[in-house]
């Protein structure tokens, strides 16, 4: 089985200040992590946070500066950039063309979830998947 899911650019909602899609809900896709395609404007900056889980990020196109914690570094498309819990971050576009990277997070009770799921083989089958 195979199943693609099309980025849809005309429905992008607000998170963090970054304009984005989520990867969940979805019931084809049984996963231990959750995730977002995010889109930055030209001169845009999202909002500075923090959470409890942990984040990795891919540069897809442009360029853009990650800070964490007050350290700056250049993020361009194919870099990937490690997030642990608890840093404040945000990025930020200072370019001429949109920036775009894909955000994945997990957490523990995420993984647990997952176990649990692949315990019970009935859950396990895409067919049997409740949204988040």
Known sequence: MIEIRRLDRANLTEAYGVASERLLP???LNAPFEGAWCVLRPGDVSSAHAHHEYE????MAGRATLEVDGEEREF???DLAHLIPGTTHHVRNSGDTDFEWYAIWW???MSATFVARHADP???DPENAVAP
Request: charged share 10%; glycine share 6%; no cysteine.
């Open 26 to 28: 979805w019931a084809a």
């Open 56 to 59: 990795l990020f891919i540069a």
């Open 76 to 78: 361009v498309a194919g």
């Open 107 to 109: 957490d523990t009770d």
């Open 122 to 124: 009935a859950l396990a």
